[in-house]
C-alpha cells in the first residue's frame, strides 16, 4: 500500500542552524503538508501546498519557515534560523481531495531536536 | 474550548469490552477524521466521515456524527491490546487545513 515517508527520523541541530525536512509524498496526490507536534501536545497545522504554491498557512508558519517541491517526488520544509521551541516532530501529509477522497495520510514523522 | 475535543482524556477498558470516545468541535465541517498515534509513532488513518454522513463503519471501527450537535463518537468494539493508543478526531472545515483535538489515551488491559 502506498505511504508517505519521511527523512531523516530524527534530526538534531544547535539553535540558529538551517535544517530541511524531506518528505515523499503517496505518488498520485496533489495536495501537500506539514503539521508539528510538541511533546505532549496536539497536531498543529502549518501549512499546505497545491500546484507548487502555498494555499493555506498558520501564524506558526513565519518567515523562519518555506515549502518546496523540488521534483516531481519530493516536498521540503526549510527552518532557516532553528529555536529551542521549534523542537517537534514533524509530520508531512498528502491527500488526493477528489470527491470522495479527502483523507489525508500521514508519514512517520521527523523528530527535530534543537539544543 | 477549541476545535476538536475529545472525552475522556484516559480510557483503560480491560481486552473485549468496547472503547467509545468523543470529539466536539466549534465550527462547520466538510468532514471528521479519526487518526490513531502510538507512542511517540506517526498519525495513521482510520475513517472519515463527510457532514452529510451520520454512521460509517470500517472493521471494528463505528463513528457516528451529529452535525447538530457538532460532535462525533468513535467506538472500538472487541477491544485488544494492540488498539492502546492515543486516537484524535480532526476536523476539516476550510477544505485545506485539519485541525486536532487534544486526543484520547486508550489502554486495552490484556
Known amino acids: 500500500e502506498p505511504e508517505v515517508t519521511q527523512t531523516p527520523s530524527h534530526q538534531v541541530t544547535q539553535m540558529g542552524q538551517e535544517v530541511i525536512l524531506r518528505c515523499v509524498p503517496i505518488s498520485n496526490h496533489l495536495y501537500f503538508y506539514w503539521y508539528r507536534q510538541i511533546l505532549g501536545q496536539k497536531v498543529e497545522f502549518l501549512v499546505s501546498f497545491y500546484n507548487n504554491e502555498i494555499s493555506e498557512k498558520s501564524e506558526i508558519f513565519d518567515d523562519q519557515f518555506s515549502v518546496e517541491r523540488p521534483d516531481g517526488s519530493n516536498f521540503t520544509l526549510k527552518i532557516r534560523s532553528t529555536k529551542l521551541e521549534d523542537s517537534a516532530m514533524y509530520f508531512c501529509?498528502?491527500?488526493?481531495?477528489?470527491?470522495?477522497?479527502?483523507?489525508?495520510?500521514f508519514g512517520p514523522g521527523t523528530r527535530l531536536t534543537v539544543t | 474550548s477549541q476545535q476538536g475535543e475529545e472525552d475522556p482524556q484516559a480510557l483503560s477498558i480491560q481486552e473485549g469490552e468496547n472503547a467509545t470516545m468523543n470529539c466536539s468541535y466549534k465550527?462547520?465541517?466538510?468532514?471528521l477524521q479519526w487518526y490513531r498515534q502510538n507512542s511517540g509513532r506517526g498519525l495513521v488513518h482510520l475513517i472519515l466521515?463527510?457532514?452529510?454522513?451520520r454512521e460509517k463503519h470500517s472493521g471494528r471501527l463505528r463513528v457516528t456524527l451529529d452535525t447538530s450537535k457538532k460532535s462525533s463518537s468513535l467506538l472500538i468494539t472487541a477491544s485488544r491490546a494492540a488498539d492502546t493508543a492515543s486516537y484524535f478526531c480532526?476536523?476539516?472545515?476550510?477544505?485545506?487545513?485539519?485541525?486536532f483535538g487534544e486526543g484520547t489515551q486508550l489502554t486495552v488491559n490484556p
Open positions: 466521515i463527510r457532514s452529510n454522513e
Open positions: 501529509a498528502s491527500s488526493d481531495r477528489r470527491f470522495p477522497s479527502y483523507e489525508q495520510y
Open positions: 480532526a476536523t476539516d472545515s476550510s477544505g485545506s487545513r485539519l485541525t
Open positions: 465550527t462547520s465541517i466538510n468532514n
